[in-house]
């Protein structure tokens, strides 16, 4: 495994307190290239998403190009450069839910919300993400909402769900 | 520890086992748990811990106990039967406990597919689902587990394991069907200062969910299987590159890591012999390719998860450009069995080039969705109709999707087809890695072949171009032709694009993306010539759009 040499890079201007437990990240990946991955899981963890001061700051303190850091954190679905909402909805699009119908329902959430899969709702209430295969196939079609799996769903049920969290935000 | 504690830990778990009059197992994997099975276990804890019971009633979680239609399921056995509970909710819980005690288990609730959804599977890989607690080290010992890195590393040498996995006939369970013996020959031959051994569970098939379903119920399987590949090749450190979508997995490998070095199943001088082997997870960030193994590599290395060209294979180099064994789940699941009954007993299951059995998610239009383990060679019929219970709603069965996006769809005259790899390749599907979609004649094949390019579209990593720009080209072409648009030359530039991409991809994503247009304009061409020349969509899927 190569080692990184050099000094630390200075820590993070801002003195966040998160920025603090992202260094201790690296430190323990002795500030190796190769853990990219690892350190940009755990700033996401951290932050929620990653801005470009974040990248930047990872690439400096690993000594790898900005260009390497961007290019690793648009590659992978995983990481998000932009701000979640309040609430996550994960529709599922994998094989078994598509057959049972989640294109619809998916559809349906897009045309509501007038968003597009991927995206935040304006007030910031909403992100709505499709999943390759949550891997949930006896749920199936399956929704995620904030973490919890729901089965057997129709595009009423869906809907009515969300229309719980948006009337709880305002 | 030695090998005498081990045996120790196992002889008083064994006998704590025995002295329960009950054993209720709840179904802890992530479609049960997503129907409340956390609730129904706490439960049956609770109630199992009152007074009357006195604690002779064991409540454990275990992994996927394979009808995931009827979660959550609970399994309750005592001395003399045993039963399956379905959609069971923590209300239950006192009455199952009495049974158990009891030794009389009640009719309602029961589960009554079970004989038939059971009879014609055969358990290696899941033998110990419904048997031990996923999270307890000691448990996985008492059913056995460890015994194979005992044996080899105490009484075999590195050639002696190797010689057993060849014998054995086991090929790649991720799909490609490679001989793992020979694998596992090539690395051990590598010379080098440093060899890796990686666990590829990157399970990126939509539908399919075999692998998941070992890492949360059985974990140490999976690290047992690696550590004795680590002693066959010469490694002294793994990595287990696992999806970032499975948060239960990742922690119930994170917790089996830790038992097992704390036994000195794992680390320095495992169990007191000579042999050092470490195990570190690497969690995957959501990109498809990176089943691939050479993108797999990358992306430990930290970096985009692209392919390289291949040869050389990373059996010669691969990890940090070292010797590196890669083999998926399922493949390092079968390896302690192999090792402790021997090469030869696994090479008697299965098929004359096929050995073994195959884990398979069944999904989409049948009865009994869930996991299932059959020896190879069942009929496509055996395993949809008698174990999958067949098509629900009195609906026709249509096509079986095999290999996910790089395989195929399988039409009703192949249903006696026995599954194996070569059978499956004859017909233009593939193995694959597990996820068996059925379909009854409600879905539309050529949606259903512009859904997967969709998928390859969006997974294919941009490297090189015949993926890149193929997948665009195709999944447009598809759509002109779900939408009605499309004549006569589109069908044919879809044939020749499909062949472009098959011969000059630069990695398996790419070659085999267009499989499943492949098959489907085998078997199903008058579906698309209906599309084409009639305007109409046969299954009433696709909503015509008009003319081109």
């Known amino acids: ?170 | 520890m030695a090998a005498e504690d081990v045996d120790a830990i196992r002889g008083r778990e064994s006998a704590a086992w025995d002295a329960h009059r009950g054993r209720i197992a709840v179904c802890t994997a992530a479609g049960c748990l997503s129907s409340g099975a956390a609730a129904v276990k706490e439960a049956l804890v609770d109630a199992a811990r009152t007074a009357s019971t006195n604690g002779s009633v064991r409540v454990v979680g275990t992994g996927c106990l394979g009808l995931c239609h009827a979660g959550p399921l609970v399994r309750v056995d005592t001395a003399t039967e045993h039963a399956l509970y379905e959609r069971a909710t923590p209300g239950v819980a006192p009455a199952l406990v009495c049974a158990a005690v009891a030794g009389a288990l009640p009719r309602e609730g029961r589960n009554d597919d079970e004989a038939a959804f059971f009879a014609p599977q055969q358990r290696i890989v899941l033998a110990n689902a419904g048997r031990i607690d996923s999270e307890r080290v000691e448990d996985y010992i008492a059913a056995g587990g460890y015994r194979a890195l005992q044996q080899a590393v105490g009484e075999m040498t590195p050639p002696d394991v190797v010689q057993q996995i060849v014998a054995s006939g086991l090929r790649g369970r991720g799909g490609g069907g490679y001989p793992t013996g020979l694998k596992w020959s090539t690395v051990a031959k590598a010379d080098g200062p440093a060899k890796y051994v990686i666990c590829n569970a990157d399970e990126g098939d939509p539908g399919a969910f075999m692998d998941r379903s070992v890492l949360e119920g059985d974990p140490h399987r999976v690290l047992e299987g690696m550590t004795i590949a680590g002693y066959a090749v010469g490694a002294e450190q793994g990595f287990i590159y696992v999806r970032g979508e499975y948060p239960l997995a990742i922690s119930r490998l994170k917790t089996a890591i830790k038992q097992a070095e704390r036994l000195q199943l794992l680390g320095h001088r495992i169990l007191d012999s000579a042999f050092n082997f470490r195990i570190d997870l690497r969690i995957g960030a959501g990109a498809f390719v990176c089943g691939e193994e050479t993108a797999l590599i990358a992306s430990i290395e930290g970096r985009r998860g692209t392919p390289r060209p291949r040869p050389p294979f990373p059996a010669e180099r691969g990890l940090w450009d070292r010797p590196t064994l890669i083999n998926n789940v399922e493949t390092f699941a079968n390896v302690p069995p192999i090792v402790t009954r021997g090469g030869d007993w696994y090479a008697s299951i299965g098929t004359a080039r096929s050995k073994g059995t195959k884990v398979f998610a069944l999904a989409g239009a049948i009865a009994r969705t869930g996991l299932i383990e059959v020896p190879m060679g069942l009929t496509l019929r055996q395993i949809i109709f008698d174990v999958g219970g067949g098509i629900p709603g009195g609906r026709a069965f249509k096509a079986a999707q095999t290999g996910g996006p790089s395989g195929g769809c399988i039409p009703a005259d192949h249903l006696d087809l026995p599954v194996d790899y070569e059978s499956l390749a004859g017909i233009g599907s593939i193995m694959g890695s597990g996820g068996l979609i059925v379909m009854d004649d409600t879905s539309c094949m050529v949606d259903v072949a512009r859904f997967f390019m969709e998928f390859c579209r969006e997974e294919s990593c941009g490297k090189c171009i015949p993926c890149r720009a193929g997948t665009v080209q195709m999944h447009g072409l598809l759509t002109k032709i779900t939408d009605g648009r499309a004549d006569e030359r589109d069908l044919l530039l879809l044939e020749q694009l499909g062949e472009l991409l098959t011969r000059t991809s630069l990695c398996g994503l790419g070659q085999t993306a267009a499989n499943p247009v492949k098959s489907t304009l085998r078997h199903f061409r008058g579906e698309y010539l209906a599309h084409i020349v009639d305007r109409r969509c046969p299954a009433g899927v696709c909503r015509m759009k008009g003319a081109p």
């Open chain 1, 1 to 170: 495994m190569p080692t990184a040499i050099l000094a630390p890079a200075p820590p993070h201007p801002s003195g966040d307190k998160r920025f603090r437990i992202l260094d201790a990240t690296m430190k323990r990946h002795r500030h190796e290239p190769d853990s990219l991955l690892e350190v940009l899981h755990a700033a996401q963890e951290l932050f929620g998403f990653l801005d470009l001061d974040c990248l930047i700051y990872v690439a400096r303190s690993l000594k790898v190009p900005p260009s390497r850091v961007y290019g690793v954190a648009t590659f992978y679905n995983f990481f998000s450069l932009k701000p979640k909402g309040d609430h996550t909805c994960v529709v599922c699009m994998g094989t078994a839910c598509y057959v049972k119908g989640t294109a619809s329902i998916l559809a349906a959430i897009e045309q509501q919300y007038r968003i597009k899969a991927g995206d935040t709702t304006a007030d910031g209430t909403m992100s709505l993400v499709t999943a390759r295969c949550l891997g949930a196939c006896g749920l199936a079609p399956a929704v995620v909402f904030d973490e919890e799996v729901a089965g057997g769903l129709s595009v009423g049920l869906t809907l009515e769900r969300i229309a719980r969290w948006t009337s709880d935000g305002r």
